[in-house]
Nanobody, 123 residues
Framework: VQLQASGGGLVQAGGSLRLSCAAS????????MGWFRQAPGKEREFVAA???????????YYADSVKGRFTISRDNSKNTGYLQMNSLKPEDTAVYYC??????????????WGQGTQVTVSS
């Protein structure tokens, strides 16, 4: 599956952005997916993940640093995942990546990655 992340940009602290992750090649609805971010000079870190199940509602997971501010979701009819980011802080500035294949907090557990989209939060 190929993933295309979009929606990044420049926003003031306290503002909001919604990132999208569009899938092609295969249906994203069959995969759990997640979002990671990497700030300059720092290691890539887990942001959020959402499970997939044919029989029950998706389960979401969040890093403590974004819990209560970010919301991960998916629209299987559009083959797209989302990351709604509210109450943004300057420390949220990073390149954000979507990935599919796991709900792990470890990037190595994901099979597919999109290109990054830059999010910059000004103070």
């Amino acid at each position: 599956v190929q993933l295309q992340a979009s929606g990044g940009g420049l926003v003031q602290a306290g503002g909001s952005l919604r990132l999208s992750c569009a899938a092609s090649g295969r249906t994203l609805s069959s995969y759990p997916m997640g979002w990671f971010r990497q700030a300059p000079g720092k290691e890539r870190e887990f942001v959020a993940a959402i499970s997939w199940s044919r029989w029950s509602s998706s389960i979401t997971y969040y890093a403590d640093s974004v819990k209560g501010r970010f919301t991960i979701s998916r629209d299987n009819s559009k083959n797209t995942g989302y990351l709604q980011m509210n109450s943004l802080k300057p420390e949220d500035t990073a390149v954000y990546y979507c990935a599919a294949g796991s709900v792990s907090t470890k990037g190595k557990d994901y099979n597919y990655w999109g290109q990054g989209t830059q999010v910059t939060v000004s103070s």
